[in-house]
């Protein structure tokens, strides 16, 4: 026995116990059928616009970050290093030279002092 008979054998039978005509078991089975107003298909809709945009996002992370681990690679650790040293030197000769043509620049802009008047 399905689950779907054995809820109708139960209901017909608790329809039974409780001495109901054919109609009246007819209008409780009507009664339990869910007819949708304007209101629950409104909710309805509602509903299921929010789970398809949760849905949406979470397919579209999913896949990104599947993509991402798909084309990840192998890092061996010491090119990583060397890489990563190489990037290290590169930004203190930019700072050397920024400072370099920051005092350059200030001591071009600062007037010479003037010369002591010579004795013949």
Do not use: N
Not at 43 to 64: D, I, M, N, R, W
Not at 72 to 89: G, N
Request: charged share 20%; hydrophobic share 40%; with cysteine.
């Amino acid at each position: 026995m399905t689950t779907q008979e054995a809820f109708r054998f139960g209901f017909l039978l608790r329809c039974a116990d409780e001495g109901l005509t054919a109609e009246q078991t007819g209008d409780r089975v009507k009664h339990a059928i869910w007819y949708p107003t304007p209101g629950d298909a409104a909710k309805l809709f509602a509903t299921l616009a929010l789970l398809g945009l949760a849905g949406g996002s979470a397919v579209g992370a999913a896949g990104g970050y599947g993509a991402a681990k798909l084309m990840e690679q192998e890092i061996d650790p010491a090119i990583a290093k060397r890489q990563e040293l190489a990037a290290t030197y590169q930004q203190q000769a930019q700072r050397l030279r920024r400072l370099h043509q920051q005092r350059y620049y200030r001591d071009a802009a600062t007037p010479a002092a003037p010369r002591p008047a010579r004795i013949p």
